[in-house]
């Protein structure tokens, strides 16, 4: 039987970015990959409460980046999908005292300033961390660039989302199966947010790839379609 997954992209990229994802898949798998555009007031929870209605209970919901804190809020605000899949997920971006492990708030600061200065600079800055400390740098890098989102009424208001999203008090009421895949040397989130999340996280189970970075379904495509179709393959009949 085919299983469907609905799958929301990053902050900074469109759909293209499943596309070595979706060949590893082979056809085992329908991989739906909607674009997301934030509200333009930039408000993360009504963007959530949009989404959560487009989720049905007979598939699984995948997110990467900005699009799993997406997919955890959305259970979290009563989607019921068969099972969450977590890719470089975060329940907060941006570090602070009390989260350690998240982005520096000035790295942010200067993201949310280059847009409006100097797009195509940041945008090749942070093409360029997605694959920070991956031994597939380079063809990470080069698949991802063709995704790369360049307009910047959608880029700002999604940003704004990210950077106030924190899901830290929501995560344990989330009652799905959740499967975590994360890269050990992600520069975006890094891996003891994963940590933190699987331990919070009611039925979680983590997934770590060695040598990766924050793209691993494009860097590790085949080894994150074994790790996915097991996990998919395990879940009750729906």
Do not use: Y
Request: glycine share 8%; net charge neutral; hydrophobic share 50%.
């Amino acid at each position: 039987m085919t299983i469907s997954v609905q799958a929301w992209h990053g902050w900074g990229f469109g759909p293209a970015a499943f596309d070595p994802l979706r060949a590893a898949l082979g056809d085992g798998c329908q991989l739906v990959t909607p674009a997301l555009t934030a509200p333009a007031s930039g408000d993360f929870n009504a963007w959530v409460a949009e989404l959560a209605g487009q989720v049905s209970a007979n598939e699984v919901l995948l997110g990467w980046s900005l699009g799993a804190m997406l997919a955890m809020a959305a259970v979290a605000a009563g989607a019921r999908p068969r099972a969450l899949v977590l890719i470089g997920a975060s329940p907060r971006f941006v570090a602070s005292a009390a989260w350690p492990h998240g982005l520096d708030a000035s790295t942010v600061t200067a993201f949310q300033t280059g847009i409006a200065a100097q797009l195509d600079r940041t945008m090749k800055r942070f093409l360029a961390l997605q694959t920070l400390g991956d031994s597939q740098r380079s063809a990470g890098q080069a698949a991802l660039e063709h995704a790369l989102e360049t307009d910047p009424a959608k880029l700002s208001p999604a940003l704004s989302a990210l950077i106030g999203a924190d899901l830290r008090t929501q995560v344990r009421h989330i009652g799905v199966p959740a499967l975590l895949l994360h890269g050990a040397n992600d520069a975006l989130m890094p891996m003891a947010a994963a940590n933190w999340l699987s331990a919070q996280l009611p039925h979680a189970q983590l997934q770590r790839f060695p040598q990766c970075g924050h793209a691993p379904h494009v860097t590790h495509a085949r080894g994150m379609a074994e790790a996915l179709q097991r996990f998919l393959g395990a879940l009750p009949d729906a």
